[in-house]
């Protein structure tokens, strides 16, 4: 039997029927790293998530069936897809945006005209590896159902043509990722149902079958909300993880895979291999250079859990704002705010933090899974993390931030530099 979880936010009678399949995910509600004890600088939004930054909406559908052996075309299943709407699903209009890579071993796309022209227009995706097509045409194929391309009038139209961004990892060996399970209702439900509420973590979504560091992870998400005094601007990262090599993980600065290494599963990934996926929304008003910026900060936040972008793995990044709308639909001169560079370094700064929070959420919140050939996952133990975390003196009471570094006396400011 097949479940195709649609919506992702789903009564606890629906949580409890998945939970008897032998996938062995969403038994619980999930936890969140700051739920450990894990600290980490910044201040988060409200919910913590990508949705704190207004008008992002997010959509998922979890696909979970079958167990045993691999059947090519008929399972198990264990994959899915993750939209998100960075004006929500009901808006035409486009954000500035940005892309930039660690290693290209991967795939999104949409981004050469990025690149070329600094926006982005309507909702982006991320899935498996071969499910990217059917996802790119299924969201072309949603916004002609729900008007939001005339198809009937397609030159005539204001956007005559759509280049969706679709990104994706390899959610194998969990899934049977040659098998083409996700369905173009699938995608339809996604975006359907995307809210502005809490994200889903963990086993979900695009992210469903994903592994990281050897242990079992997939999506994650965070966000930092500046201080007033530094414009109160809000940044909100989504990872789709799916990397790194189980010797380098590193949580809060504690050296996790020395000393924490996980069960060997019966097809391992070479080490280092496989992928991740880094979507970053603000509402500051920057500019595509600036925003190109922003995407390489999320590199670091990459490297603080031990990614290295290895050959093998595919490191995409994409970042947005939701400010300056109407700067695309502008008949004639469109009027454009922009932050001054001078004043961007908080901003990389949350970047780095929620982009490293994301990937540890995506795998405390992630549960055992077995799937083809009944090959298991574990998860990472949260006790034996949390007693890893302490020894280091590391580990905060569960829910409070990281306390903030003692600040040196501010020096007597001379004139001002300038910028080299």
């Known amino acids: 039997m097949k479940f195709r979880l649609i919506p992702l936010f789903l009564a606890l009678a629906t949580i409890a029927a998945v939970a008897q399949q032998p996938a062995n995910v969403l038994t619980e509600k ?5 739920d450990l004890g894990i600290p980490f600088q910044g201040t988060p939004g409200a919910l913590n998530a990508i949705t704190d930054v ?7 559908t979890t696909l979970i069936s079958g167990s045993g052996p691999l059947v090519v075309g008929k399972g198990p299943v264990r994959t899915g897809v993750t939209v998100i ?35 982005m227009q309507g909702a982006m995706a991320i899935t498996n590896t071969h499910s990217v097509g059917v996802v790119r045409d299924s969201i072309i194929a949603w916004q002609g159902k729900t008007g939001y391309i005339p198809l009937s009038d397609l030159y005539t139209a204001d956007l005559w043509a759509s280049l969706p961004v679709v990104a994706e990892t390899a959610d ?12 173009p209702d699938d995608v339809f439900a996604a975006m359907n149902t995307a809210s502005s509420g ?8 695009g992210g469903t079958g994903m592994i990281c560091f050897g242990w079992k992870c997939g999506t994650g998400t965070a966000s930092r909300k500046l201080p007033d005094t530094q414009g109160g601007y809000t940044v909100g990262v989504l990872v789709q993880s799916n990397f790194g090599n189980p ?23 070479p080490a280092g291999s496989g992928s991740i996926i880094v979507v970053i ?21 990459v490297g603080r859990i031990g990614g290295l972008g290895e050959d ?33 370094n908080p901003l990389f700064a949350a970047t780095v933090e929620a982009t490293e929070e994301a990937i540890v959420n995506s795998m405390i919140a992630a549960q055992t899974m077995t799937g083809a050939n009944n090959i298991t996952v574990q998860a990472i133990p949260h006790d034996q993390l949390q007693q890893l975390l302490k020894k280091y003196n590391r580990l905060n009471p569960p829910g409070q931030p990281e306390p903030a570094p003692q600040q040196s006396p501010t020096p007597v400011q001379g004139p001002k530099k300038p910028s080299r």
Do not use: C, Y
């Open 247 to 269: 010797h380098n993980l590193t949580i809060a600065g504690v050296p996790v895979g020395r000393e924490l290494v996980p069960p060997a599963i019966a097809e391992p990934k």
């Open 312 to 344: 093998s793995s595919g490191d995409l990044i994409l970042a947005f704002s939701t400010a300056n709308p109407g700067a695309v639909s502008a008949k004639k001169i469109a009027t454009v705010q922009m932050l001054p560079n001078d004043e961007i």
């Open 198 to 205: 809490p994200v889903p973590e963990g086993n979900v979504g």
């Open 54 to 60: 207004k008008g992002v909406e997010v959509g998922m």
């Open 30 to 34: 999930p936890i969140r790293a700051r």
């Open 281 to 301: 929304a603000t509402d500051a008003p920057l500019l595509p250079t600036q925003l190109r910026r922003i995407a390489k900060r999320a590199i670091l936040g």
């Open 85 to 119: 709407f960075p004006r929500g699903k009901t808006a035409k209009d486009s954000v500035m945006a940005a892309t930039t890579v660690l290693n290209g071993n991967g795939e999104m796309t949409g981004t050469n005209w990025i690149k070329e022209s600094g926006f």
């Open 172 to 183: 194998v060996p969990l899934n049977d990722m040659n098998g083409f399970h996700v369905k």
